[in-house]
């Protein structure tokens, strides 16, 4: 098998929430968990996570507006074990999913634990072009897509960024 084939590309836009959606009880919502496996200094990342019933593991590279992305089920015992080796570098949020127009939908976490207080919405894309017409609502706050402090596995590794 060569090294040359292409995985999933995730085109997304994360921004800050500044202040949560007075409705948010009538969108559907579920408690995500997240530790990290490995990650490297060029931004490869190994990702296991558990929302509902499904546990997977992901491994993500490169950064910006489009990210390599491959996604594997795996089952309850393996995240339990692989958990272990997170080594603390792990997360907790609500996800809520909020319709958009246009056929998108806006993922809003609002985190737990250490970083509580802190919520980002992220909408994802079908290609650069629809990224970069989005107007965001204006109950969004400042975009931090290309922010590494408010990546995940930074937040998961240093918590909440000083400027929250």
Known sequence: MSCQMSPHVEIERKFLIPTLPQDLERFPCSRIEQGYVAI?????EVRI???RERTSLTIKGGSGRSRAEEEIEIDAPRFARLWA????RCLEKTRYEI???GGLTIELDVYRGRLEKLATAEVEFAS??????FVAPPWFGKEVTDDDAYKNRRLAVDGRPADT
């Open 99 to 101: 319709p958009a127009d």
């Open 49 to 51: 996570r558990r929302r």
């Open 40 to 44: 490297d200094a060029a931004g490869i």
């Open 128 to 133: 650069l072009e629809a990224a970069e017409r």
């Open 85 to 88: 080796l997170s080594g603390g």
